[in-house]
Every structure is written in structure tokens, then in C-alpha cells.
């Protein structure tokens, strides 16, 4: 009988055990991509004719697929605020590029993200400039 026991116990702790190194990777993935959330920072605009001016900006950032995201944002400047979106694809572990349109005045372009911890640099390269900004995470 006691040998019966012994077993049933350890065929519980086996199956325990499964299951708790099971549930780790699942709450991982249930975690959010370092990307998403709410940033705000300042960088510099420069315009397809040369000149060059600060802006502050905005950004949200959602999941919209596995690897794919929506941005939107506002940037403001000497010259207004303009709005704009883009689609990003995650390329790496914490780093993702798209294509977007309107984001401080740079027209339909070209996105680049990198995120460090709660830090995030944007660069965008489109027919009417490039931008670059480094933002920080809001909220936690």
C-alpha cells in the first residue's frame, strides 16, 4: 500500500510541476510587447528644403496582430502639429519598422523603432523630411 502511495505521490509532483513550468511561458506571452503603451518625448524635424526645427510628440502604440502594431501620434513644432499613423512589423526583440504617413510634417514614409527598457527612439525618413525623437514610456 505505502508503495502504491509513493508513486501516486510522485506521479502529483510530476504532473505539478508540468504544469507550473507550463504556465510560465503562457503568462509570458499574455504580457504586452515592450512597444505598447503611451510615450511622449522631444527630437528634431528636418524638411525636405534643409531647415531644421524641434518637435515634441505623442505616441500611442496597440497591437493589432502577433507581430504587427498601429501607431498613432501628434507632433508639434514652430510650423503646428501635425497627426499621423503608422504600421509597424516587430523585426527583432524590441525593435520594429513600417510605414506611415503625416508624422510631424514628413509625409509618407518610412518607420523605424527601437525600444530600450522605457525608452524608445523613432526615426522617420518620408518624401517631405526625417524626423528622429527619443521618447519616454508614460504611465507603468
Avoid at 508540468?18 to 524638411?47: C, D, K
Avoid at 527583432?92 to 527612439?121: D, E, H, P, Q, Y
Wanted: hydrophobic share 35%.
Amino acid at each position: 500500500m505505502s508503495g502504491m502511495r509513493t508513486a501516486t505521490r510522485i506521479a502529483l509532483s510530476v504532473v505539478t510541476l508540468l504544469m507550473v513550468m507550463a504556465v510560465g511561458p503562457l503568462e509570458a506571452a499574455a504580457r504586452s510587447n515592450p512597444v505598447e503603451g503611451s510615450w511622449r518625448g522631444n527630437g528634431r524635424a528636418v524638411a525636405k528644403d534643409g531647415k531644421s526645427y524641434r518637435v515634441r510628440c505623442k505616441v500611442r502604440v496597440y497591437r493589432i496582430a502577433k507581430r504587427k502594431f498601429q501607431l498613432s501620434g501628434k507632433c508639434s513644432s514652430t510650423k503646428g502639429t501635425t497627426a499621423g499613423a503608422a504600421n509597424l512589423k516587430q523585426v527583432g526583440a524590441r525593435s520594429f519598422r513600417g510605414k506611415g504617413n503625416g508624422l510631424s510634417g514628413t509625409g509618407t514614409g518610412r518607420i523605424s523603432v527601437s525600444v530600450s527598457g522605457k525608452r524608445m527612439s523613432l526615426s522617420v525618413r518620408g518624401n517631405k523630411g526625417r524626423m528622429s525623437v527619443r521618447l519616454r514610456k508614460q504611465g507603468r
